[in-house]
Structures are given as C-alpha cells and as structure tokens.
C-alpha cells in the first residue's frame, strides 16, 4: 500500500518545515494546524500565530470554551476557546488574529486559542446547499453547509453524554451530525428515525478537532434545533428491505446495507440486550438490540436494524423489534452433544455448525451463577467447562447444588464479533448454551453425602484442632520461656547489684590509696612550704615544686579512672584488644604491637583491670619521659604464672638512680602497689640509651 503527495503549495511548505526543524516550529497559517503531529503537540506543544475569518462561532459549547471554526487561504482549522471569564462578542465573517498553542490533550490534539483580536469586520457567510457525496468528497470542508438526508440512526454519545448522533444517509453513504440535549432529547432524536430532515452547520475531518468531529465525517449542528424535519409524516422505521440471503456479500458490503428487516421466531435471549431469531426461511440471526426489553423465547417478532457479518453469519445491531402476526416455528427436538463438540476444533477450526441449534447437553456442575453474576452455570463435561446460561429461568436452579450430574435443554450461541475493516478476521467471543424452558433441566445424580467439600470441612477441622492443640502447647512454652526470662532477668539483676558494690568499693580503695593520699601528701607540702615562708625561700619553693608535681600525679589518676569508668576495654574477649583500646588514645602515633596470648577467660575481671592499668602507665611512661617510638606488649602462661612484659625503644633509665616518690614521679611507685596487690613480681632491665623493658608476673587461675 502506497501513499500519494499532490505538490500543493500546502504540502511543499509542510516539507521545508519538516525538513528544517525536523518538527513543526510554529504555525503561521490555519491549514498547517492539521499537520501537526502527537510528537510536536507534546509539551509544551506547538505554538500558532495567524489571521483568518471566522466561519461560524459553535454556540452549543459550554464553560468558555467555545469552538470557532476559522479558514484563511490554506484551509480551515477549529479552535478551543479557553479565554475564561470573558464575553465572546466575535461573529461570523469577522477577521480576527488568532494566536495560541496545539497541544494534545484528552486523547487528541487540541488547538487551544488563548488570544483573539478583531481585525475588521465582514459579511456573515451563508450556508451553501449542498449533498452528503459532495461533503465526503472533501470540497466543503471548513465551510458552511446545508444538507438533506434520511435519519438512518439515533443513538446518544457513549463518552460525551451532552450529545446524541443523528446518521444521515443518501443512498450508501453516510454521515455524522451531533446533536447537542439542549436542541434536542433521546426521543425527540429517536422519533426522527426513517424521516428525511435538513441540517446545517460546518462540515469538517481531522485529528485536531476532539473525539467528536473525529469518527468518520461529522456535519456540526447550530443554533436551536438545527435539523428541521422535511416530512410532514416520518416513515414507519419498521418500513424496510427484508433482510434477503447474504451468504455470498462481501462483509463490507453488508456493513452498507442499510436498515433492514426480519420476520422469525426467537429462539433465545440473554444479556438483556441480545436475541437470536430464526427467520422463516431458516436463516439464525443474532440481534444487539437497542430498545429496552428482550422478546422472550417462542415469539415471533418483526425487527429492524443495520446489518453486519461476523463472517458466520449476518447480525442486526441497533435493532428495534415489535411482535410480528403469524404462528411461531415449531421448537425442533434437542440433539444430544458433548461439550467437546461445541468447544472443540475440527482441522483447527471452531465448530460453528451448532449456532442457533437445539442441544442436549449433560455434565457435572462445577459453578453456579452468584447473587449478582449474569445468570451463567458452568457445566464440565469429558474435561470440557461450558457455560450454560439461566438468566431466563433463575428457579430451575433452586435445587442444584455443586457437584450433581445434570442434563440441561437449551440453544448454542456462538458468539463472533462482527466484522470490522480494522479486524478481518472476527475473533469468537464465546461459546454457550441458553436455557429458555422452565423445565430445561433434569438432576440425574446428586453428590454422596460425604462430598469433597464435607471432607474439607472435616480436614479443617482436625487441623484446627492440631492447630489449638500446638498453640496450647506454645502458649506453656512461652510461658515457661518468660518466668524463665523473669528469673534470669532476677538474678542477671543481682548479680549486676554486687557487681557494683564490687566496683564502688574498688574505686574507692583504688581513691583512697591513690589520690586521696597523694592530697594528703600535697597538703603537707604545701603547709610546710608555707611555714618556710620567706625565711627560706629556697626550701619553700621546693616544696611547692613537689606538691605541684603530687596534683599533678593526682589528677593523672583521676583522668585514669575516669577514662576506666568509660572505657569498654573489659567487655572485649580478646586481651589484643582490650589493651590496644586502652594504650592507644594514650600514646598518639607511637607504634604499637601486641601479642598477649592469654585467654581472656582465664583473667577475672579484678587482675584483668589491673593489668591493663600497668601495661597503660608503663606505655605512657615510655612515651612521656622515654621518649620512645615503638612500645611491644607481649604476654604467655607460663608455670602457672600469667607473664606480661611492656619494652619500648626509648632513652632508657638507670632503674637504681631512677626518680621515686620524694622527687614528685608517682607511676613506678603506683605500679609496684599494684603488682604487689596481685601478688605477683616486677622487674625492670633498662639502661640509659637502650630502651626499657618491664616484666610482670602474677599468679594465673587453672583453666576451667
């Protein structure tokens, strides 16, 4: 299929914009509005700027947003008026510069006119008489017109409620013209089908118009009651061509019939708005009904409707029926079938020899319509689900239950949708069976008592009772698991409690042997160097040098023991750790290694704390008066004693010479009490210029 470009003026200028911008840039002339593609209407969409004259002012719109048709020299263009809060006071005829923006909206695309000024005013233009094979031809598009035709159709818009559709037919062809309910109501509308009228107003195609002008060719009505009638009488809309065989027509050329009319027996109905006929000369014929209410089955009906082929068969849509004179065809006896046969495929084809027949159909029910369902059963037959439909006879199914074997009377539908030029090949929507006689089914075997549903029911049961059974005995355990809980949580607490007496009275022996006599020895001190006063100066000022060295020493300590009472040294379980945690904040960059292969289980939390304060002021020692660079700590069982040395690089000092108390130097000193409350040993190997190194050893508990 190929598509044929007429070197228009038009057309040319379409393709230098394309070419240029790749892209519709701007609009500067009202047919161009037409070429705009859904890419160019994306936000923010595509602006337009041109001067054109008004056509005609659509007065039927509501909100503002009026539609104005408008044509200049390149064609004609409808705007959507969205200049809210403002009279319209422009006209027909009048030239007006227009400006605004095209953008898609609402599933379309939309030319939103935001800015209109009056150029000069004209002659209102006339509606120029024309017919419906004319307007298709695409010569008065834009313009206004006047045209005669059958009222073919009325139906009301299914989305924009606010309008009903007339079609207007001249031989085959057809037209749309809107209507808004203020001209004109359903009835008013509906009572004009088969009379002929004349209606003006602007005739336009296209995509930027809305849904409405969109579906087919619209003719736009105008003013109050825009279709006048031409015939004093309407013909009878039952007065049509009887619907003759169709079997050889294209399915296209059955979709142009026009109204036509059957004469037949129903033979089903269902949905409330569907019925098959079978014609007296034994054609079935599917109608999608229009008018309220269903011919029930068994009368013989006269219908009329607009013809379409399913490729199957040919169906009436917006049918409109009466009940016909003449006696009914006589039922034909059902013929017994297997779901298979009407579900089934034969050389990969539905069977569809079956529609509009008699059937005979047996199975298990397997559903049953519900409160608020469409009255359809399921029947399974030979592994095969076919819905039967009850919504003619609800009460035949009164007392069928799940499960019984039933055998069921009815008509097979075979429903296709109808052919379309978008969709060739029509789909089958579904295949089923109408009930139409009260007494169409017969129970043959009802369920045993002890059914599937009873046993599940008796499954549930015992799980339930296992299910309260378990809970009854997670209930005791978590009970158990609390008061245990509760008991722990007991003596978790007071074990805790003694702990901290424990920890309070450490701390405080560890003040008062620490701190609280080195005050004690500062005050002395300082006393004495106050009676020294100024008869001996020299004496006084050495005093004062040992007591400042002493606070010094104290508040040393008290750093010490603050920084215990916040570190978490303790709670580690690998000694590495815990004494890497509390060296390094003292030492600063100095390197450190530690290697105390000790198991922390085997240190209580007492001789651990001990430990870790002598390894800290043996390693701040080397750094502060050392100088040292490198610290090692290294620690082993061995002969039952736990051994730690702390050795360094630094400076080294005489340990026979080195500064003790009475010189103001308190960390040997405070070591030595400490290894002494340990009951262990301590010994010092240093030398002035080769570094330190400092060996502990304390008694070590048995492993556990």
Same mark, same amino acid.
């Given at each position: 299929?190929?598509?044929?470009?007429?070197?228009?003026?038009?057309?040319?200028?379409?393709?230098?914009?394309?070419?240029?911008?790749?892209?519709?840039?701007?609009?500067?002339?009202?047919?161009?509005?037409?070429?705009?593609?859904?890419?160019?209407?994306?936000?923010?969409?595509?602006?337009?700027?041109? #001067? &054109? *004259?008004? !056509?005609?002012?659509?007065?039927?719109?509501?909100?503002? $947003? /009026?539609? =104005?048709?408008?044509?200049?020299? @390149?064609?004609?263009?409808?705007?959507?008026?969205?200049?809210?809060?403002?009279?319209?006071?422009?006209?027909?005829?009048?030239?007006?510069?227009?400006?605004?923006?095209?953008?898609?909206?609402?599933?379309?695309?939309?030319?939103?006119?935001?800015?209109?000024?009056?150029?000069?005013?004209?002659?209102?233009?006339?509606?120029?008489?024309?017919?419906?094979?004319?307007?298709?031809?695409?010569?008065?598009?834009?313009?206004?017109?006047?045209?005669?035709?059958?009222?073919?159709?009325?139906?009301?818009?299914?989305?924009?409620?606010?309008?009903?559709?007339?079609?207007?037919?001249?031989?085959?062809?057809?037209?749309?013209?809107?209507?808004?309910?203020?001209?004109?109501?359903?009835?008013?509308?509906?009572?004009?089908?088969?009379?002929?009228? #004349? &209606? *003006?107003? !602007?005739?336009?195609?296209?995509?930027?118009?809305?849904? $409405? /002008?969109? =579906?087919?060719?619209?003719?736009? @009505?105008?003013?109050?009651?825009?279709?006048?009638?031409?015939?004093?009488?309407?013909?009878?809309?039952?007065?049509?061509?009887?619907?003759?065989?169709?079997?050889?027509?294209?399915?296209?050329?059955?979709?142009?019939?026009?109204?036509?009319?059957?004469?037949?027996?129903?033979?089903?109905?269902?949905?409330?708005?569907?019925?098959?006929?079978?014609?007296?000369?034994?054609?079935?014929?599917?109608?999608?009904?229009?008018?309220?209410?269903?011919?029930?089955?068994?009368?013989?009906?006269?219908?009329?409707?607009?013809?379409?082929?399913?490729?199957?068969?040919?169906?009436?849509?917006?049918?409109?029926?009466?009940?016909?004179?003449?006696?009914?065809?006589?039922?034909?006896?059902?013929?017994?079938?297997?779901?298979?046969?009407?579900?089934?495929?034969?050389?990969?084809?539905?069977?569809?020899?079956?529609?509009?027949?008699?059937?005979?159909?047996?199975?298990?029910?397997?559903?049953?319509?519900?409160?608020?369902?469409?009255?359809?059963?399921?029947?399974?037959?030979?592994?095969?689900?076919?819905?039967?439909?009850?919504?003619?006879?609800?009460?035949?199914?009164?007392?069928?239950?799940?499960?019984?074997?039933?055998?069921?009377?009815?008509?097979?539908?075979?429903?296709?949708?109808?052919?379309?030029?978008?969709?060739?090949?029509?789909?089958?929507?579904?295949?089923?069976?109408?009930?139409?006689?009260?007494?169409?089914?017969?129970?043959?075997?009802?369920?045993?008592?002890?059914?599937?549903?009873?046993?599940?029911?008796?499954?549930?049961?015992?799980?339930?009772?296992?299910?309260?059974?378990?809970?009854?005995?997670?209930?005791?355990?978590?009970?158990?698991?609390?008061?245990?809980?509760?008991?722990?949580?007991?003596?978790?607490?007071?074990?805790?409690?003694?702990?901290?007496?424990?920890?309070?009275?450490?701390?405080?022996?560890?003040?008062?042997?620490?701190?609280?006599?080195?005050?004690?020895?500062?005050?002395?001190?300082?006393?004495?160097?106050?009676?020294?006063?100024?008869?001996?100066?020299?004496?006084?000022?050495?005093?004062?040098?040992?007591?400042?060295?002493?606070?010094?020493?104290?508040?040393?300590?008290?750093?010490?023991?603050?920084?215990?009472?916040?570190?978490?040294?303790?709670?580690?379980?690998?000694?590495?750790?815990?004494?890497?945690?509390?060296?390094?904040?003292?030492?600063?960059?100095?390197?450190?290694?530690?290697?105390?292969?000790?198991?922390?289980?085997?240190?209580?939390?007492?001789?651990?704390?001990?430990?870790?304060?002598?390894?800290?002021?043996?390693?701040?020692?080397?750094?502060?008066?050392?100088?040292?660079?490198?610290?090692?700590?290294?620690?082993?069982?061995?002969?039952?004693?736990?051994?730690?040395?702390?050795?360094?690089?630094?400076?080294?000092?005489?340990?026979?010479?080195?500064?003790?108390?009475?010189?103001?130097?308190?960390?040997?000193?405070?070591?030595?009490?400490?290894?002494?409350?340990?009951?262990?040993?301590?010994?010092?190997?240093?030398?002035?210029?080769?570094?330190?190194?400092?060996?502990?050893?304390?008694?070590?508990?048995?492993?556990?």
């Amino acid at each position: 299929m190929g598509f044929i470009l007429r070197k228009t003026p038009l057309a040319v200028a379409a393709l230098w914009t394309f070419a240029a911008y790749g892209g519709i840039a701007g609009i500067y002339r009202a047919g161009d509005i037409r070429l705009v593609s859904p890419r160019d209407a994306a936000a923010p969409g595509t602006t337009f700027a041109f #001067e &054109a *004259t008004i !056509v005609h002012p659509d007065e039927t719109s509501s909100h503002n $947003r /009026r539609t =104005i048709f408008v044509s200049d020299e @390149s064609g004609h263009a409808v705007l959507q008026n969205y200049i809210a809060g403002t009279n319209f006071l422009f006209r027909a005829g009048d030239r007006v510069h227009a400006s605004g923006v095209v953008i898609g909206e609402y599933g379309g695309i939309y030319a939103h006119c935001t800015n209109m000024t009056l150029v000069s005013h004209g002659k209102q233009p006339s509606a120029v008489s024309t017919t419906i094979g004319e307007l298709l031809s695409g010569k008065y598009d834009g313009k206004l017109v006047t045209v005669r035709g059958e009222v073919t159709d009325a139906f009301p818009d299914d989305i924009d409620k606010a309008y009903i559709y007339l079609i207007l037919s001249e031989g085959d062809r057809s037209i749309y013209a809107p209507i808004s309910y203020k001209d004109a109501s359903p009835s008013d509308a509906e009572a004009m089908i088969g009379g002929t009228v #004349e &209606a *003006t107003g !602007v005739f336009t195609t296209g995509q930027n118009v809305g849904r $409405r /002008r969109c =579906i087919g060719h619209m003719l736009m @009505s105008e003013g109050r009651w825009p279709v006048q009638p031409l015939c004093s009488t309407r013909k009878d809309p039952f007065d049509a061509p009887e619907l003759a065989t169709t079997c050889d027509m294209e399915p296209d050329k059955v979709f142009t019939l026009g109204r036509r009319r059957v004469i037949g027996t129903v033979l089903a109905s269902w949905h409330g708005d569907r019925a098959l006929v079978k014609t007296d000369d034994g054609n079935v014929v599917r109608l999608d009904i229009a008018s309220p209410g269903t011919p029930p089955p068994g009368l013989r009906i006269e219908a009329v409707g607009l013809p379409e082929s399913d490729l199957y068969n040919v169906n009436l849509r917006r049918v409109r029926w009466r009940q016909a004179a003449g006696v009914p065809l006589k039922a034909e006896p059902p013929e017994r079938v297997a779901a298979e046969s009407l579900l089934g495929y034969d050389r990969g084809l539905r069977k569809t020899g079956f529609h509009g027949r008699a059937v005979k159909i047996k199975g298990i029910v397997r559903g049953l319509p519900s409160s608020k369902g469409d009255g359809r059963a399921i029947l399974e037959d030979g592994g095969f689900l076919l819905s039967v439909d009850f919504s003619k006879c609800h009460e035949v199914l009164q007392d069928t239950t799940v499960g019984c074997t039933v055998e069921v009377d009815g008509i097979a539908v075979i429903e296709v949708d109808n052919w379309r030029p978008s969709a060739i090949f029509p789909q089958i929507k579904e295949v089923f069976v109408v009930v139409t006689a009260q007494d169409a089914l017969t129970v043959l075997k009802r369920p045993s008592w002890w059914t599937a549903g009873r046993s599940m029911t008796a499954i549930g049961l015992l799980l339930a009772v296992i299910l309260g059974v378990t809970i009854w005995n997670r209930s005791l355990k978590s009970l158990a698991e609390r008061r245990g809980r509760e008991l722990t949580e007991e003596t978790v607490s007071r074990v805790a409690s003694e702990l901290k007496v424990r920890e309070r009275t450490r701390l405080a022996v560890e003040l008062h042997d620490s701190i609280a006599q080195n005050l004690t020895g500062a005050i002395m001190e300082i006393r004495t160097g106050v009676r020294l006063g100024s008869a001996n100066h020299g004496g006084m000022i050495d005093h004062l040098e040992m007591a400042q060295k002493t606070l010094e020493s104290c508040r040393h300590e008290l750093r010490n023991c603050i920084w215990d009472l916040r570190n978490r040294a303790l709670e580690q379980t690998d000694m590495d750790k815990a004494i890497r945690l509390t060296v390094t904040p003292q030492i600063g960059s100095t390197s450190l290694a530690v290697r105390f292969a000790v198991p922390r289980e085997r240190i209580s939390d007492n001789s651990a704390h001990a430990i870790l304060r002598i390894i800290r002021e043996l390693a701040v020692n080397a750094v502060r008066h050392g100088r040292a660079t490198a610290i090692k700590v290294a620690g082993s069982v061995e002969n039952g004693k736990l051994m730690f040395a702390v050795s360094d690089n630094g400076c080294g000092f005489d340990p026979s010479s080195a500064h003790g108390v009475e010189d103001g130097h308190f960390g040997l000193q405070g070591i030595r009490e400490r290894v002494a409350a340990l009951d262990g040993e301590m010994a010092i190997d240093s030398e002035p210029g080769r570094g330190a190194k400092i060996t502990i050893s304390i008694k070590c508990p048995s492993p556990p």
